[in-house]
C-alpha cells in the first residue's frame, strides 16, 4: 500500500541551526502539506503546497520556515534558524485532490532543538 | 471561526465495552468535510474516515461506526467490542470549502484495558 515516507524519523540540533526535514508522498498525489505537534498538544496546520508553490500558509509559517519540491518525488520542510519552542512532531502528509480526497500523514520527524 | 471541539480528555475503558468518541464543530460554511485520525503510541496519523457536509448517513466499517448529525454540528465515532489494540489518541478534524487545511481537536486519548 502506497505510503508517504518521512526522514530522518528524529533529529536533534542546536539552536540558531538550519534543520531539513524529508518527505516522499505518494506518488500520484499533487497537493502536498506539513504539520506540526508540540508534545501532547493538538495537530497544527503549517502549510500546503499545489502546483510548485504554497497555496495555504498559517500563522506560524514564518519567514524562518520554507518549503520546496526540489524534485518529482521529494518535499522538504526548511527551518533557517531553530529555537527551542520548535521543538515538535513535523508531519508530512499528501493528498491527491485536495480538500475532496483524504490527507495521508507520514510516521513524523520528531525534532528536538537543544 | 472554524473550531473542533473534542471534549473528552481520556476515556478508559475494558476490553469488549462499547465506547463512543464525541467530535463537536462549528463552520459557517455550508460545505465543509469532517474527519477521524488514530494516533496509536508508535506516533503516526493514520486516516480512519472522510464525509462531506451532504451526506448525513452513517457509516459502519467493522466495529467502528459514525454518527454525523449537522442539526447539533457533531460527528461522533463508536467503537464497538473495544480491543486493546484500540488504544490511541483519536482526532477529529475540519477542512472548509476554500480550504486545504485541517483543523484538528484537542484529541482524545482512548485506553482499552484487557
Known amino acids: 500500500e502506497p505510503e508517504v515516507t518521512q526522514t530522518p524519523s528524529h533529529q536533534v540540533t542546536q539552536m540558531g541551526q538550519e534543520v531539513i526535514l524529508r518527505c516522499v508522498p505518494i506518488?500520484?498525489?499533487?497537493?502536498f502539506y506539513w504539520y506540526r505537534q508540540i508534545l501532547g498538544q493538538k495537530v497544527e496546520f503549517l502549510v500546503s503546497f499545489y502546483n510548485n508553490e504554497i497555496s495555504e500558509k498559517s500563522e506560524i509559517f514564518d519567514d524562518q520556515f520554507s518549503v520546496e519540491r526540489p524534485d518529482g518525488s521529494n518535499f522538504t520542510l526548511k527551518i533557517r534558524s531553530t529555537k527551542l519552542e520548535d521543538s515538535a512532531m513535523y508531519f508530512c502528509?499528501?493528498?491527491?485532490?485536495?480538500?475532496?480526497?483524504?490527507?495521508?500523514f507520514g510516521q513524523g520527524t520528531r525534532l528536538t532543538v537543544v | 471561526a472554524q473550531k473542533v471541539t473534542q471534549a473528552q480528555t481520556e476515556i478508559s475503558v475494558v476490553e469488549k465495552e462499547d465506547v463512543t468518541l464525541d467530535c463537536v464543530y462549528e463552520?459557517?460554511?455550508?460545505?465543509?468535510?469532517l474527519f477521524w485520525y488514530k494516533q496509536p503510541p508508535s506516533g503516526e496519523l493514520v486516516f480512519l474516515i472522510r464525509r462531506n457536509s451532504f451526506d448525513e448517513q452513517n457509516e459502519i466499517s467493522g466495529r467502528y461506526s459514525w454518527n454525523f448529525q449537522k442539526s447539533t454540528s457533531s460527528f461522533n465515532f463508536t467503537i464497538t467490542a473495544s480491543q486493546v489494540v484500540d488504544s490511541a489518541v483519536y482526532f477529529c478534524a475540519l477542512s472548509e470549502d476554500n480550504t486545504d487545511k485541517l483543523i484538528f481537536g484537542t484529541g482524545t486519548r482512548l485506553q482499552v484495558f484487557p
Open positions: 502528509a499528501s493528498s491527491f485532490q485536495g480538500r475532496d480526497t483524504e490527507a495521508f
Open positions: 463552520t459557517r460554511d455550508t460545505t465543509y468535510y
Open positions: 506518488s500520484n498525489h499533487l497537493y
